[in-house]
């Protein structure tokens, strides 16, 4: 085993989900910041590093003061060529860090379990080429995913290379440079952890149990989809 991923969880309900098991099955070790718990941000990852998702936006400075460390870190990581991966709030943390934009969603919340479609250019991504899907190449089949965020990545960054889509927002998953990867979904989520944000956040009760049943009864389906994704990802941070 080579070096540890290291990894930003910007708050307890937001984990590891499925990547825990996926990752220490592929022999990947992580160690695990929590700034939140007053930890302090790692000016380097050796690695590889991987930033989850969370409530905050990812401007919102003032009331989450690590994210400038954050996003430094983030940048520090891409540009030394290292294996990157931000899911959601890590996602648009990335964007910041490397000059795009992050903006309040104009189409309101996507959340729930939804649907991306890769583009052409994920045919020989080797993260977003993994999921199954179609029989023929990349693209040709939707994938289904959990989505939960209310802020987009508006404007990705210079020589981003943009890998998915969706039908509310146009940017699902982009490639920076040949190792660093953004994603606006959550692979990692399991349906406990969905219900968790459903049953904690906004939504009408009715509301959130009909999206939490559709989580929950798709859950085989998420983990055969997003386990490769997850694998891919692994070997990225276990090559020498």
Known sequence: ?????????????????????WLEAAGVGVEVVRPYKGEAVPATAGGGLLVLGGAAAAWDDEGYPWLPATRDLLAGAVDGGV??????????????????????????????????ERLPEAADDPLLSAPPGGTSSPGTE????????????????????????????????????????????HPEATPAIFTSWAESGDLPPEAAAELNAQVTAAGRELEQTWRPLAEAFAAQVTRL
Do not use: K, S
Not at 1 to 21: C, N, P, S, T
Not at 92 to 109: F, S
Not at 160 to 172: E, K, S
């Open 1 to 21: 085993m080579g070096e540890r991923l290291l990894v930003i969880e910007h708050e307890a309900e937001a984990g590891l989900g499925y990547f825990a098991g």
């Open 83 to 116: 294996p990157v991966l931000g899911i959601c709030l890590g996602a648009q943390l990335m964007t910041l860090a490397c000059g795009g934009t992050v903006e309040r969603g104009d189409a309101g919340p996507e959340i729930g379990l939804g649907e991306i």
């Open 142 to 185: 939707p994938l289904r995913t959990v989505q939960y965020h209310y802020d987009a990545m508006t404007t990705l960054p210079p020589g981003a290379v943009r890998l998915a889509t969706g039908a509310r927002y146009a940017n699902q998953a982009y490639r920076l440079g040949d190792r660093a990867w953004a994603v606006q979904f």
